[in-house]
């Protein structure tokens, strides 16, 4: 397993520890204050039922169910961003992590490495034989590695510059397959699975 997944799984499990902490502590919180609100709603509109005996009792619960809709949707977003908050702080850590190894001699050989199981991704288990696939890397690595890159690859790959993946490397072949190892990629599937693992669910009333 390469280090850039590994802090990322770090990332996965640290955050899903923390967030379900959190959580939960915050649906017991809202849950109590969603039961607090709901009896106060039924005690206003049972008082209006009383008071005026030929109420139209349909729209009371339409009313009623109204509310308790607005209360429990304002849970969910609390939820929501409390998750994103969390998320967003360790997200910070990791890539803090993330970019100290791309910054180490030790990521050098990872890149290169990313390059070749892309090629190899591509030609099926073989390293692709399609000319001069395109290999996009930043600007930053590109310069870096520019006579590593050569002495590994000689002139069978054409390297091209990616402002957007951070690190890693998209190999495209001439035929417009495509491989995404950059590590924008990783984190991104990594966020996308956790946002889904953790999403606020409804609150039982």
Do not use: H
Not at 69 to 78: F, H, I
Not at 183 to 191: L, V, W
């Amino acid at each position: 397993m390469d280090r850039i997944q590994e802090k990322l799984n770090s990332f996965e499990k640290t955050v899903n520890k923390e967030v379900m902490e959190e959580k939960a502590e915050l649906e017991e919180e809202i849950k109590k204050e969603t039961a607090d609100r709901l009896e106060e709603i039924r005690k206003k509109y049972q008082k209006a039922a009383d008071e005026k005996f030929n109420i139209n009792l349909r729209q009371i619960e339409k009313e009623v169910n109204g509310e308790i809709w607005a209360d429990n949707t304002d849970a969910q977003k609390r939820i929501l961003d409390k998750t994103n908050q969390i998320i967003n702080d360790i997200m910070n850590a990791v890539m803090a992590g993330i970019n100290d190894f791309m910054n180490s001699d030790g990521y050098e050989g990872y890149l290169i490495s990313t390059i070749k199981k892309a090629l190899t991704q591509l030609g099926g288990g073989e390293v692709v034989r399609t000319t001069n696939p395109a290999v996009y890397l930043t600007s930053k690595d590109k310069e870096r590695f520019a006579d590593a890159l050569v002495q590994e690859f000689q002139d069978k790959i054409d390297i091209q510059i990616n402002y957007e993946i951070i690190g890693g490397c998209i190999v495209e072949s001439e035929d417009g397959m495509i491989v995404d190892n950059s590590i924008r990629n990783k984190i991104g599937e990594q966020k996308d699975l956790l946002m889904y693992n953790v999403r606020p669910r409804s609150i039982a009333l």
